[in-house]
């Protein structure tokens, strides 16, 4: 299987890197809107192919499956344009700005019979499977309340701060809590309450949600991008 990877910046060359380490064979080609830049990642990490688009990249045949590492405003169209060549899609998180982006690329990889899944590492760490093996065998009872938290100072770093690159804490940082509390109590969704304190470019920079489920546990979720602040 050959990966081609949509963006050339810092998440990207640590996949890369990884990659690079243990299935190197398996890293084929990079695209970016500059050439000089994709060449450059292409001789970092060992790969043959370098593009200077996006749709030279899904028009390789030779490409299997996509690996889309570009901000979180241009997932949903990268990823499209990828499933829309036949490609297999790894798409950074967050999946997409909204629901309805996600939907409509789950509607449309299941419609092509295409792999598609959002690439979040919390989700695959050792303790964190440990502890969905844990919950499911059912030896610590079925969990009533959870409280997760991520905060990280960064309220300069463009992609936080601007709004048109889908910037804010809950996109970058509050995902990790919504999936871990989801692993951990799932079930259907009654209700959800949130608030936000607004920064940078008018995104959230502090923000808190309660999650009440269907069979009455709850979840509290909270994230800040400007925690020293």
């Known amino acids: 299987?050959?990966?081609?990877?949509?963006?050339?910046?810092?998440?990207?060359?640590?996949?890369?890197?990884?990659?690079s380490e243990r299935w190197q064979t398996m890293l084929y080609a990079v695209a970016s809107r500059d050439i000089a830049r994709a060449q450059a990642f292409a001789s970092r990490h060992g790969m043959p192919k370098a593009y200077g688009s996006y749709e030279e990249l899904v028009s390789d045949?030779?490409?299997?499956?996509?690996?889309?590492?570009?901000?979180?405003?241009?997932?949903?169209?990268?990823?499209?344009?990828?499933l829309s060549h036949?490609?297999?899609?790894?798409?950074?998180?967050?999946?997409?700005?909204?629901?309805?982006?996600?939907?409509?690329?789950?509607?449309?990889?299941?419609?092509?019979?295409?792999?598609?899944?959002?690439?979040?590492?919390?989700?695959?760490?050792?303790?964190?499977?440990?502890i969905e093996e844990v919950v499911k065998s059912g030896i610590v009872g079925q969990p009533r309340l959870l409280n997760a938290s991520l905060c990280w100072n960064m309220p300069d770093i463009e992609r936080i701060k601007r709004a048109d690159l889908c910037g804010g804490a809950l996109l970058d940082l509050g995902v990790y809590c919504?999936?871990?509390a989801d692993m951990c109590m799932g079930g259907d969704i009654v209700s959800i309450n949130s608030c936000s304190v607004k920064g940078g470019e008018n995104v959230d920079f502090n923000t808190a949600a309660t999650i009440l489920y269907a069979d009455g546990s709850i979840a509290?979720?909270?994230?800040?991008a400007c925690c020293c602040h």
């Open 61 to 82: 045949p030779d490409i299997d499956i996509v690996y889309v590492a570009t901000p979180h405003s241009h997932h949903y169209a990268h990823a499209r344009l990828a």
């Open 86 to 130: 036949g490609k297999h899609v790894i798409c950074e998180k967050s999946f997409t700005a909204n629901a309805a982006e996600a939907k409509a690329l789950i509607d449309m990889a299941q419609a092509h019979g295409l792999f598609l899944m959002e690439a979040l590492c919390t989700r695959f760490m050792p303790i964190t499977r440990k």
């Open 1 to 19: 299987m050959r990966i081609g990877i949509i963006g050339a910046g810092v998440i990207a060359n640590k996949v890369a890197g990884i990659l």
């Open 178 to 180: 919504l999936n871990f």
């Open 220 to 224: 509290s979720v909270q994230c800040s």
